[in-house]
């Protein structure tokens, strides 16, 4: 036995006492003792770790995303001092930065660790080998191989050619052989190198690692246990000298040391240090606002319509060419918008986005892992309905205060024919309850500019914008003063805090702004996206009744919420009949509107029916509005209804079809 | 060429010639081309189908659940004359019983069959193959399979060995060959038996088909254009008499009737005739409530704590020996709980459930498909947070208005340690968010038999339980008169409407009901689930305080809001403060609470911490409510706070962290 295959046994025999010594896995202790030499060799002889720089941006990524496999990583830290060797409890996400992940539903960590990888070629093309050369480690459950998300993007990972990326995993206690072996197959019918290695092997083991890291496909190693089970002496707490538990692993951290040293010093030569460290450090470039205006503006002088979806998207194009660690991700159901948005004529051509088919689940996983990553800034181009697939990943991206910016297209009715099921009604609702998450739906090519801005400026964690692929109907109020009568962002020569499009009162980066109607009003209209300019128009047939009415539009419900209570009511009015239209459910709309308002939308789900008419069935019409504000005024003068005081029991409804 | 095959051909080039009329396909045009003689064939060879009776109950299952295939599906029902041959427009999910699915997300089409091919084997299993006998062929696109929910849907079908189950599929004209390969490998490892055909060849599509019926795993046929392209001839609009467009399909006109004739003698004579007409026409067994409740009783004694969790599976295994047709599905999240509830000792055996593992989201969609299959009542058992990735799947359910139900077990903050992320937090509102669901979060023992009734009364739609695995605090209070001391439910001897518990005003059945207060208060405490235990002790505090205070609970808030407007006040009371308590986030609460009430809950993620201490941390405590209303009151009291008429206007703090 040569000197490393000794050290590394002993390595192994250290790590393994100190499994048996934690309490935590001992449900998971057969799975875990099958993984620990493999792990050991792999932080022993492979990994780019240096104990005492773990957040060093070109280490190898090593990813746990399970509650029941984070014992050996514990271990790992430990042993190699990255925590103190007495450090009892394992460190949860975002207390430590070797703790890549935050455990969360099963397949999430294997699609975080696709994005890694992703985010590492993408930045090895921009930075050179020289900056960037890791690898990403992924040591998962056999469970997570078999869900929808990671099968997603493992096909991902093989199409994009992500061979930095290795997956270590071994059968649980209680998998069935047989549908283990087909969960291989399935990775390896997606694009994937599949190793099987008996895990107690130390040759057997060294070689699937280095033939990992020369692979062109993504690897994944099955670690079995030896077929007459675990060696007895391994898990036997025998009493290890102290040097043998830490000393050891003394040349590992010095050999993390010296690889970080030597990067450091080709980063200090390199001409790219610069942009390389901002990137890392997320902090946008000099003159970002005026440079992206300028092209932003270029692009859209080029098109013909100008609804939400066509301006952010062109601020996406326009974006790229600016900011050039976006790293786009479009699902089919974005693409399509996409490929329809001209590009600014002056600008350096961006990077295209990554096309990810219908596999959107697997797709937000990656952008979750493109985030962690850093040196990248995620945004994904998908269809708004989409976004239920991908709830689970953005649920992740919301829990870690990540950012990831989702572009989603095709909201509101007016779609074309076939299939009612196409037709957002209750996402928006259910995106507004998550917690870090804010939800922009602009309502025009104007106002899409300054959501686009405060997205970004969004520091909690993702930030969504919900577009609409029609125009408005009536543009908002003439442009400001200076614009030179140009409807799209005015000229941008101010310093940051952006040039956002003022209304009469306040601006859409607060989350919502009075259109008209400041002062005293007797009813006031609020509105999101293009049912803002149905709330115009509804303006002016009240008007004509001689009500004074105010529009408001709230673009953003969680900036809004942010704003002082003062600000909120000048925009909301604290008199007069509160009106809400959105082409959406009515599901938490009683935050603005009051226990007395209106609200017109829809609280089923859509028809098929061509455009417009779906707008005219659900009556969300200026028209209908106007109709349902004079009733409902009408009502009001005479008396307030005042509830019974006894009121009988009405029979239970529930087994009754209301309609 | 014998004079079946000559029939075949003709019939075939009559689809064609439908197919080329209809405009609506033309882009899929080459797709649906391909697929054209295997559906063909088999329509007029294999297919059970009477066009006079398409809803026949042992028909074979033909779903199209894209609507870019749908013209095919559309050429097949004219032709053999199951609507009318110049029907011009397809009909709609709903409109037609060969209509079998609504379409909708990739891949959902491929679940919901697979869950019509599980429930043609149960249904099968307990009528026997006399009045059980039929398949279920699915028209799929290429990109169905690459979706993971058609994955996980795949791999249940494969471990379930649904071999009445059989995928036609061609590659799209822009995919690549490869990835087309690689994804009938996965199929394949799934436990499918996949075949490739020359979708020109007579004799191949006819050995494929044939094989397909004889197969011992689901199949996958691959319908591969042939070399040379189509056929010109087949796509050219030649002049066919009217005979042979219509005249040809008599035959299989004929074959589907005469089948449906000797089903219908065989049923005449068959003993379980009328369970298995009540149970396909969703009629519950006569004195279902009494066998049920009398079963749930004696389960209930075995219990040693009663959560609401406990009590729900309980009841399910009740209901599992009094309603046969039921059909359960459990993923790994949900079965621990499952097996640890006893079962009453007096019950038949019922069915154990489907072991579904961590594929919660192929299993929502198998849940679909077994609503749609009718003759079974399908329930799915899996834990609350999945519910993020099922939730494409469920609006499909809520969609089509197919009656499923959910138990959705460990909800709420008093989980063991470990992973922040597994607490449940947005996900209630974001379910009531959603039009024809039902969401019942009860909060103890005797409210689960209420909710757990009114869920299966709900017609709408899905109707989820949300079950919490510790018991409420403080039980609800004294057991009504007449249940002789027994916290369960009362000794059922009442005819349906059944026998709720009744608080002081109202039941659990109404959606929401006063549990004590009734009349003038100073303060209404709302909760739903354990939290209610929290507001009972709120209320004891407060009451030393000398306030009146009301105690509601809400445990279906789409029931309670289809009570009359009188019921509602009188439950949530017109004058006092209303404070909701709910562990879980405020979003949608203002509707209950209105501008000034109090929400006592959480608006961030959970955190990692031993049971109780998270309810603690979060301040969603007895103690907390108490301080919290008396510091309103007192505040409230000398002069109410009015807006300032201009204010200023606040920075922009979407910028800033704000916590």
Same mark, same amino acid.
């Given at each position: ?13 250290? @790590?393994?006492?100190?499994?048996? =010594? ?27 770790? #240096? ?10 990524? /090593?990813?746990? +995303? ?23 409890? $394992? ?9 890549? *992940? ?35 480690? *992924?040591? @998962? ?7 929808? *998300? ?31 072996? #087909? ?25 699937? !690692? ?13 670690? $079995? ?20 538990? &830490? ?32 990137? /890392? ?29 066509? %301006? ?5 194009? @326009? ?20 490929? %329809? ?10 990077? %295209?986005?990554? +096309? ?6 697997? $797709? %937000? ?16 181009? =998908? ?12 649920? $992740? ?37 998550? +917690?870090?998450?804010? *939800? /922009? ?25 919900? !577009? ?20 799209? +962002? ?17 601006? @859409? ?24 300019? &149905? ?45 809400? &239209? ?24 859509? &028809? ?52």
């Amino acid at each position: 036995m040569n000197p490393q295959d000794a050290l590394t046994l002993r390595l192994d025999r250290a @790590a393994r006492q100190s499994l048996a =010594a934690s309490q935590q896995g001992s449900a998971y202790l057969p799975e875990l003792a099958t993984l620990c030499l493999p792990v050991t060799m792999l932080w022993c002889r492979v990994l780019r770790h #240096d104990p005492t720089a773990p957040d060093w941006p070109d280490r190898d990524r /090593f990813v746990v +995303p399970s509650l029941a496999l984070q014992p050996l990583l514990h271990a790992m830290l430990r042993l190699t001092g990255a925590i103190g060797a007495d450090t009892q409890a $394992m460190p949860e996400y975002g207390t430590h930065p070797a703790v890549e *992940v935050a455990p969360g539903p099963a397949g999430q960590g294997v699609a975080a660790a696709a994005g890694m990888a992703l985010a590492e070629q993408i930045l090895a093309r921009r930075h050179g080998r020289s900056l960037v050369n890791h690898r990403v480690w *992924v040591m @998962a459950r056999d469970t997570d191989l078999l869900t929808g *998300v990671a099968l997603e993007a493992a096909q991902l990972a093989g199409r994009f050619g992500l061979n930095r990326l290795t997956v270590l995993v071994s059968p649980g206690s209680h998998t069935d052989p047989a549908e283990f072996s #087909d969960s291989l197959a399935r990775f390896s019918a997606s694009g994937w190198s599949v190793r099987w290695v008996n895990a107690h092997s130390l040759p057997a083991v060294n070689a699937a !690692l280095t033939a990992s890291t020369r692979a062109r496909k993504p690897t994944l190693i099955a670690c $079995m246990p030896s077929p007459i089970g675990t060696p007895a002496d391994y898990m036997a707490p025998a009493t290890v000298a102290e040097e043998e538990q &830490i000393g050891p692993w003394s040349p590992t951290a010095r050999r993390g040391a010296s690889l970080r040293r030597s990067w450091l010093r080709r980063l200090s030569r390199h001409r790219g240090r610069d942009t390389f460290e901002r990137e /890392f450090a997320s902090i946008p470039p000099p003159l970002l606002t005026e440079d992206w205006l300028r092209l932003w503006r270029q692009a859209l002088h080029a098109l013909p319509a100008r609804s939400s979806q066509q %301006a952010a998207l062109a601020g996406l194009r @326009a974006l790229g060419a600016v900011r050039h660690e976006l790293g786009v991700l479009a699902a089919a159901s974005g693409s399509g918008a996409w490929h %329809a948005t001209p590009h600014a004529p002056s600008a350096t051509h961006a990077a %295209a986005p990554w +096309p990810c088919g219908l596999q959107e689940h697997g $797709m %937000a996983g990656m952008l979750n892992g493109m985030a962690l990553h850093g040196g990248i800034l995620p945004c994904g181009v =998908a269809g708004m309905i989409t976004i239920d697939r991908m709830r689970s990943a953005l649920r $992740m991206a919301a829990l870690m205060r990540r950012k990831v910016l989702y572009l989603l297209t095709d909201d509101g009715l007016a779609l074309s024919d076939g299939g009612a099921g196409w037709q957002p009604v209750e996402q928006l609702a259910s995106l507004r309850a998550m +917690p870090h998450l804010a *939800v /922009f739906r602009p309502a025009c090519a104007e106002e899409t500019f300054a959501c686009w801005q405060a997205a970004l400026d969004w520091v909690e964690g993702p930030a969504l914008l919900v !577009l609409s692929p029609h125009e408005t109907p009536e543009p908002p109020p003439a442009p400001p003063p200076g614009s030179g009568g140009f409807a799209g +962002p005015p000229s941008g020569t101010a310093p940051r805090p952006p040039a956002v499009l003022a209304g009469r009162f306040g601006t @859409a980066a607060h989350g919502g702004y009075l259109l008209c109607g400041e002062g005293t009003r007797d009813v006031t209209l609020m509105a999101t996206g293009p049912e803002v300019g &149905i709330a115009r128009h509804a303006q002016a047939l009240l008007a004509a009744h001689g009500l004074r009415v105010a529009v408001a539009s709230i673009p953003c419900w969680e900036a809004f919420s942010r704003q002082t209570p003062a600000y909120r009511m000048a925009v909301l009015g604290d008199t007069g009949l509160r009106v809400g &239209i959105e082409a959406a459910n009515s599901f938490g709309w009683e935050r603005w509107l009051g226990q007395n308002g209106i609200f017109i939308g829809m609280d089923d789900f859509g &028809i098929s029916a061509p455009a417009n008419a779906v707008y005219e069935r659900f009556g969300i019409t200026a028209e209908a509005v106007c109709a349902k504000v004079l009733e409902r005024l009408a009502l009001s003068t005479p008396a307030k209804e005042s509830p019974a005081p006894t009121p009988t029991l009405p029979r239970s409804r529930t087994g009754t079809r209301n309609k």
